[in-house]
């Protein structure tokens, strides 16, 4: 029989053996292990190779010996194994070698699992193969593995499916690895991360089924791959369970990401316990989790610390954040050191960041180098950044194909510069795409000058004979309200002339009167016309001189009527004198011949 050769083989450490399926709870272990030894006294072969393999699986090296050595002299190959790995365990490799080559040519899966990872480890990759091949075509688990894991080193396509027969067989590393295959060969079409620093793999699939296989039997970076499946997905109950069972397992990883789960949660406290263990466990992802939260508490000493910390681990983010840290301290210089350091790493909103200190500080030269590093790395305020920069110098031709490449991926300001770049080239149907685009990210400007571009399409008003006209709201003049409830100063005057001509003049005097007051200066000119319109000239007055103040020419003409009809004739004279002076033509010709008439008036 074969029983031992079956069931005990080495580990993955190549130096323990596998426990067998007997019943291992104290009184039943002891009366098994005293029948077998009455046995192996009676020169039972079997109950030998048995016995020496309990002995084995004990440690006891000296008593397990004899008893293997008899057992094999008679042909039990499972003793012939169990010999090699008492061999190997004293350090005689070659010897133990010697009888797993006995065994495994009498048969022994297990045996011939361990002269090929022999084999593997000597260089001889053929013998290795051969042997491995032996034990996986028998149904070995382990044999399976170690043949997928030669298989892949070599690039062999086939190490996937000795890898699936491995996990299929129960072995987690295998599970977990063949999922990460079947990762890798989905990840070209699209890349997957989360804040909480794991690379999260593709959501479902046969891949997940693996990493749930792996992590139910212990696999702690399997359990920490499922855990970013299930939050991706939204199952947080479910992720959180898992980075937990990682965590106490000892994964860094799984406890800085549960850490950033519970801070979503709201749970700041136990977040930062699990930010600290794995911050204590050299993850620098959890350091500067740690950094950020003493930061937002003001604790800028503590934080630092962090930072340094991630930054020791290895995370440039430890440097950036230092750079940003420094930065809100004014610490210019140091913020400076830091950036430099980050960039110089590699990290690119880093590098756009020392871009933006040193155009602050008047170095547009030294800032447009690391604006494009930065930008062809990916970052999109870099790239924005970069159209300023050259759009500043007037070099517009150059700075629109940043802005482009900023708008294209998902950058406001970028989308309504290239829509305005757009409409000064008269492409109006790819102004209004951009504008869209700038106006729907939220950009009051964008939503104010699509409003504009649409407004300009709409056919004239129609005559009505009778009654009147019934008014639906427009598609511009919802982009005109958009803006004006962002506080767009032009497109809430906008807002109120629409409002005016259609009758509604609280509605206009609410607009008009929020662009007053906002410092425009047509808003305040309107308002005041409104005011005149319902008797309330003294407080139109007062509108139309904050208007005249900051340069409406109308409103200058309008009150120096408004105090020619009072008789106040010298202060007429000097808005009527302000409105010849600020215009426009029109109005710069009434109001000379307004000053003239009072000036003839007060020397008469």
């Known amino acids: 029989m074969d029983v031992m050769g079956d069931k005990a083989t080495l580990l993955d ?33 079997e109950a030998m190779s048995v016995l020496g393999a309990m002995l084995l699986r004990r440690g006891d090296l000296d008593g397990a010996e004899p008893l293997l050595r008899a057992a094999t002299a008679e042909g039990d190959r499972a003793a012939a194994n169990n010999l090699g790995v008492l061999l190997h365990q004293r350090g005689y490799t070659d010897d133990a070698a010697g009888w797993w080559r006995i065994a495994a040519v009498a048969g022994s899966a297990a045996a011939a699992h361990a002269l090929g990872r022999y084999h593997r480890e000597r260089g001889d990759e053929p013998a290795a193969e051969y042997w491995l091949r032996q034990s996986a075509e028998q149904g070995h688990a382990l044999g399976a593995y170690a043949l997928a894991d030669l298989l892949e080193h070599r690039g062999d396509t086939a190490a996937e499916q000795w890898m699936r027969s491995a996990a299929e067989r129960g072995h987690r590393e295998a599970a977990y690895r063949l999922a990460r295959a079947l990762d890798r060969q989905t990840q070209h079409e699209d890349e997957y991360g989360t804040d909480n620093g794991v690379d999260a793999p593709p959501a479902g699939g046969e891949a997940e089924q693996w990493y749930r296989q792996a992590a139910a039997r212990g696999h702690q970076r399997a359990a920490l791959q499922l855990g970013a499946i299930l939050e991706r997905r939204g199952e947080l109950k479910e992720a959180g369970r898992w980075y937990l069972t990682s965590a106490k397992d000892g994964e860094a990883r799984a406890a800085c990401a549960l850490g950033f789960l519970l801070r979503d949660a709201g749970d700041t406290e136990s977040a930062a316990v699990w930010w600290l263990r794995a911050a204590q466990d050299g993850d620098g992802n959890a350091a500067n989790a740690l950094g950020a939260l003493h930061a937002e508490r003001g604790e800028t000493q503590t934080a630092e610390r962090w930072y340094r910390a991630a930054m020791d681990a290895g995370d440039v983010n430890g440097a950036y954040n230092l750079g940003l840290l420094c930065a ?32 602050q500080g008047g170095d547009a030269t030294g800032a447009e180098p690391w604006f494009s590093k930065a930008a062809e790395a990916g970052s999109v305020d870099a790239a924005f950044n970069l159209g300023i920069l050259f759009a500043g110098r007037g070099e517009e031709g150059v700075a629109l194909p940043w802005y482009e490449r900023a708008a294209a991926a998902g950058h406001t300001e970028a989308a309504l510069q290239v829509g305005i ?37 709409r056919p004239p008003a129609p005559a009505h004979e009778l009654g009147e006209q019934v008014h639906e709201k427009t598609e511009c003049e919802e982009w005109y309200e958009r803006a004006a409830s962002q506080g767009h100063r032009r497109a809430q005057v906008r807002v109120g002339m629409l409002a005016a001509a259609r009758g509604d003049v609280v509605e206009a005097a609410r607009w008009y009167r929020s662009a007053a007051e906002a410092g425009s200066r047509n808003g305040a000119f309107n308002l005041g016309l409104l005011l005149a319109r319902e008797g309330s000239e003294p407080e139109a007055a007062v509108w139309w001189a904050r208007a005249a103040d900051a340069g409406h020419g109308r409103a200058a003409l309008r009150l120096a009527l408004v105090y020619a009809r009072r008789g106040e004739l010298a202060e007429g004279q000097r808005w009527a004198d302000r409105a010849v002076t600020l215009g426009p033509g029109e109005v710069s010709e009434r109001a000379a011949r307004l000053r003239d008439a009072l000036r003839q008036e007060l020397t008469a």
């Open 13 to 45: 450490t190549g130096r323990f053996v596998q426990p067998s399926d007997r019943d291992e709870t104290g009184d039943g272990e002891a009366v098994d292990e005293a029948r077998t030894r009455l046995a192996a006294q009676a020169g039972d072969v």
């Open 421 to 457: 770049a757009r409409l000064r080239d008269g492409d109006e149907r790819e102004a209004e795409r951009h504008l869209r685009c700038a106006a729907g990210g939220g950009s009051a400007e964008a939503a104010y000058r699509l409003a504009s571009v649409l407004d300009s399409r």
């Open 328 to 359: 809100e301290q004014a610490r210019t210089a140091q913020a400076e050191q830091w950036y430099r350091r980050a960039a110089y790493a590699g990290h690119r909103e880093a590098a756009n960041a020392l871009a933006v200190l040193l155009l």
